[in-house]
DNA sequence: ATGCCGTGGAAACCACGA
């Protein structure tokens, strides 16, 4: 089974890039952020049509989720992150797949840093930590994945010290992204390739791409139920490479099928 | 050193992204 979170930077401009990978890659479940989509402008037929059923959370202009499944309808569990009833971006979606719990997210940029708007990342993480602590609690298989926007390590940069002083790679972030994967989970594309350099997003400026000047900031957080499931990880990285293409790459998982849990 | 590009929405610029 094929999982995949992409950061499509707006569903409708992206929709023949979207589809065309759907079609190419071919996953079981895809987890979409950015889709900069109210509610009622998703592109649900297109999606049908490619073999997707699919949930999302729209919002005007920014933001948005989805979660796409050609193996059973998502059902849905929530669609906020718990901790702040005022928190009104559409970040945050949740739903179990074939036996999976996933949550898909879209952690704040966080910049300019320090400010309001890094203060919100940081609020946001700590939210994320609480809630996946309780995801683990459970005990049930759960993928928490999507846009991070963390840079992880210093390996996870082309250049680490033009990124210093930005909010994806601050101290604070590094941080708060250690201590969630140190509850317990693996962090899965690092777990596949402890020692090479892997990428997700590339600015659209500069050449970025062309340059491989890039960033690994979308991630797939496995829990412990995964340990002896995960065949492979990877960067669909050539999509980043199309015409009208978004600046992030479709990354994904192929895992072992898991077990449905009995229905009492 | 820098949104230099890109998207969406409102209004021919602005907010936002990483």
Same mark, same amino acid.
């Given at each position: ?7 499509? =930077? ?27 989509a ?70 704040? =940029?966080? *910049? ?12 946001w993480?700590?939210r ?6 309780k995801l ?7 993928? #928490?994945?999507?846009?991070y *926007? ?16 930005d909010a994806?790679?601050f ?8 201590? #969630?994967?140190?509850?317990?989970w693996?962090?899965?594309l690092?777990k596949?390739?402890? *020692? ?15 340059? =491989?000047a ?6 797939l ?9 995960l065949i ?13 293409t ?19």
């Amino acid at each position: 089974m094929k999982i995949a979170t992409y950061n499509v =930077n707006g569903v409708n401009g992206r929709l023949p890039v979207l589809l065309q990978w759907l079609k190419e890659s071919a996953p079981d479940i895809a987890c979409l952020q950015e889709l900069k989509a109210p509610e009622e402008k998703f592109p649900l037929q297109a999606i049908n049509d490619a073999g997707y059923e699919a949930i999302w959370h729209g919002q005007k202009s920014w933001n948005g989720v989805a979660i796409l499944s050609k193996v059973g309808k998502p059902a849905e569990i929530r669609r906020a992150l718990p901790g702040d009833s005022e928190d009104m971006h559409s970040r945050y979606i949740e739903a179990d797949v074939a036996g999976i719990r996933i949550g898909n997210l879209y952690l704040p =940029n966080g *910049n300019p840093a320090p400010g309001p708007k890094f203060d919100y990342k940081l609020a946001w993480f700590k939210r994320l930590h609480a809630h996946a602590k309780k995801l683990l609690a459970e005990d049930i298989p759960v993928i #928490l994945l999507g846009d991070y *926007n963390a840079i992880p390590t210093e390996m996870d940069v082309y250049k680490p010290e033009s990124w210093v002083k930005d909010a994806l790679f601050f101290p604070e972030t590094r941080e708060a992204y250690a201590k #969630l994967v140190a509850l317990g989970w693996t962090d899965a594309l690092r777990k596949m390739h402890p *020692n090479e350099k892997i990428y997700t997003f590339w600015d659209y400026f500069r050449q970025a791409y062309a340059r =491989n000047a890039g960033l690994r900031i979308d991630h797939l957080l496995l829990s412990s139920h995964f340990d002896k499931k995960l065949i492979a990880a990877g960067v669909d990285s050539h999509v980043r490479g199309w015409e009208k293409t978004s600046d992030h790459a479709p990354t994904w998982i192929e895992i072992k099928p898991v077990a449905k849990p009995r229905t009492s």
